[in-house]
Every structure is written in C-alpha cells, then in structure tokens.
C-alpha cells in the first residue's frame, strides 16, 4: 500500500467517445500536473477527429504535403502522426513510481497488448527494432507515444481499425519516409471500433497491472 492507493490496484476507465484533441491534450496535462500519491491511474477510450500532432523534436519536413487537416504541436516524444475516426485511442495516465518498472517496460507490455489483441483475430504482428509501435508485414497499425512527468505518464497508443488512411500519405508516419500504414479492417477483422477499443483496453490492463 502506498499513499492509500494498493500496488495492484486496477485503473479508473473513462469512455469519452469523440472528442477534439487539444482540450483532450490539455485535460492530460492538467491530471498529471494535480497527481497525488493517492489518486488511481486512469485509461482514457477515446476517438478524435482529423488531426495531425506533431511530437516535440518533430521535425516540420515530415509534413510532405498540405491538407486542411490541423497540426499541433504537443509534448509527447516522436514525430508526426494521425488521428482520426475510426482509430482507436488510449491515453495511459499510470504512475510508473508504483507500479515497480521504468518507461521501456510500460512501452514494451502496451506493445505486446496490441500483439496480443491481434493475434486473438489471426493477425501476425510484431514490435519493429527502434521504431516504437506494432507492425503488420512492416505496415505501422498502431502507433506509440509517451510523455513522462514527476514519475507519471500521459499520452499513449492509437490503433487503426476502420479509417480513411489517405490522410497518411501527407506526412512520413512518425518520422518515417514511404512508411506503409495498415488497418484491422483491411486485415479481416470485422469487429466494430468500439469493440475493439473495448478489448484493448482489458488487454492494456492486464499487460499494465496483471
């Protein structure tokens, strides 16, 4: 037991449907910032309009052409990236001092939950050496980005399931120049993106916590 909050303890899920990203983006800041030893972890299930985010060493070449879809500049680490309807978000809001390992293992167990997760519908996917994330014969179907403060982090991993991919081909996804994208409709998996989403979060809670 630390400051009242059991070392196992499960995290508090919260399903926000749609929302726009910067006052999402915002809302994480303001959690990780009011943190107390005695507050839960929390996943956030989520969707969020067209946008691109750019991480806070992105580098603006890897926008290769113009679209009337937003950048914003956020403090995750990484480059550029897409969200948008039909992806799957999870903001992962854990407090790396009580769970006993360090950002490399948080970002290897969320990997291995979207492995997993695909493996359980017939999918072969796999962690790709120095390019955070989960691929599908080299495509990226999903992405990873942290932010860790005073211990804490936010951000967290996006999930393509049923989307319009084209907006990737105006950036080098994540840094990335020619990087393939995929997506689990185009893989064979006809679950919906809420279901889906609704299992990756089960799966992240027993890779986090179990």
């Not at 996917?125 to 120095?130: E, I, L, S």
């Not at 982090?153 to 399931?161: D, F, I, Q, S």
């Not at 996804?173 to 993106?193: I, L, N």
Request: contains cysteine; proline residues 7%.
């Amino acid at each position: 037991m630390q400051g009242g909050v059991r070392e196992g303890s499960e995290p508090c899920v919260r399903r926000l449907g749609r929302v726009e990203y910067e006052p999402t983006w915002r809302a994480m800041q303001a959690f990780t910032a009011q943190r107390t030893a005695d507050m839960p972890d929390e996943l956030w299930l989520l969707e969020h309009p067209p946008v691109f985010t750019q991480g806070q060493a992105g580098k603006p070449e890897h926008l290769i052409a113009a679209t009337d879809i937003p950048v914003v500049p956020i403090d995750r680490g990484g480059q550029i990236t897409y969200h948008g309807p039909g992806q799957v978000v999870v903001y992962v809001l854990v407090d790396l001092r009580r769970r006993g390992y360090g950002i490399r293992e948080l970002v290897t167990r969320m990997e291995q939950a979207v492995i997993d997760l695909l493996a359980a519908h017939g999918i072969n996917a796999a962690r790709q050496p120095g390019a955070p994330g989960v691929y599908v014969d080299g495509a990226k179907i999903a992405a990873l980005g942290l932010r860790v403060k005073h211990g804490c982090t936010y951000h967290g991993l996006a999930l393509n399931v049923d989307m319009d991919l084209s907006p990737f081909a105006a950036i080098n996804p994540c840094g990335y120049a020619g990087m393939a994208v995929t997506q689990c409709r185009d893989r064979g998996v006809r679950e919906s993106s809420p279901a889906l989403g609704q299992a990756l979060v089960q799966r992240l809670e027993h890779a986090i916590y179990g």
